[in-house]
């Protein structure tokens, strides 16, 4: 065999967890034994072509899937997983390889499609909590957006930067969102938060992430209370909260669901940041928050502003198609999975219902 048809353990472990699967529940499927699969897995043995073919029936992917090496891994320390402690390590891994698929879609997509330019500058947010207001302004400065004045479309911001955004389907709300830093920034959100303002948040979050924490390893108190602070100094810097909100010295409702409707974010998030700028005490800041779980607005809050789609790779698989029917068909099958597996990782309605697979050719987008 040819090193681009040899058998690679990663691969079937990233196939498994994609299938939500033990080594014990995939030999059975398959008929092998749990010791030979944790082999494969380590490639301390390599399958006969008949052992090949049982655990791709198995696992529902083509053997090709199972013969192509993981160019970009996503392992722990080269990413960025908003989650509870106590999410499920297994759950965490199968969002890793979701978005090793990602990736290696967008690959697939740059093929033919050429995205937007990559606009993620390394900023560090050293020095404390005026080191990460100063990398905020500093992201909006290179994104050549105003240093004061609401964002907008945030998802289509971020997307025209050249990140690649897109949806964690079928997961808990354990897990709000994901990025990683690897040839061209990803960020997957959760399909599960149904909140558009914490879904803002979250992005911002991210952002945070991608620019202070690269090659850092996060997921601790410290790294997620840094991109919180980005984030929210992000959406609303300090100049705009003491401008539109002022050191009142109390909560005032009415006006912080103005805010919320002119900046879309949270009420909840609204009241940290004006704590945060120092316009309330921490005693009106807790009082608020437990005002917050007695209203029953921790489970949603009024006045949301409209839910944000991601748009970059729906607009790019919809040029290939316009072009080449059956174009991303096509890339499923070069990729060795079915199109019900692009469907989970990609936008929704980003995948269309067409089977021919002819070639798309490259073409240029970009998003204003």
Known sequence: MTPATTFQGARLSMAR???????SELAERAGLSVQFISKLESEERSPSP??????????GFGPQFLQRPI??????????????????????REIRYRAVLLLEIVGLIEQRVRLPAIAFPHISGEGGPEGIEAAAQKLRVAWGVAVD???GNLTRLIESKGAVVSSIHGTSRDVSAFSANPARPIIIRSSAIASASRNRFDLA???????????????????????????????????????EYGPRGYVDWDAIFLLKQRWGMSAAALVRRIWDTGCISYGHYRRANIAIRTKGWHLGEPFEPPPEQPELLKRAMAMMESRAP?????????????????????????VPVRHDQREAPVLRMDLD
Not at 50 to 59: I, K, P, R
Not at 74 to 80: F, K, Q, S, Y
């Open 205 to 243: 979050h991210e952002c945070g992430h991608l620019v202070m924490h690269r090659d850092i390893v996060t997921g601790d108190r410290a790294t997620e209370g840094e991109a919180d602070r980005f984030a929210g100094a992000l959406m609303f810097p300090r100049s705009a909260v003491r401008r």
């Open 71 to 92: 160019r970009e891994a996503v392992t722990e320390e080269t990413c960025h997983l908003r989650s509870r402690r106590s999410t499920p390590r297994r759950l965490k």
């Open 50 to 59: 008949e052992a090949l073919s049982a655990l791709a029936f198995s696992l």
């Open 326 to 350: 059956g174009s991303v068909a096509g890339m499923a099958t070069q990729l060795g999975c079915p199109l019900e597996d692009l469907k989970i990782v990609l936008p929704e309605g980003a």
């Open 17 to 23: 967890h994609l299938r939500g699967l033990t080594q």
């Open 149 to 151: 004045a609401p964002l």
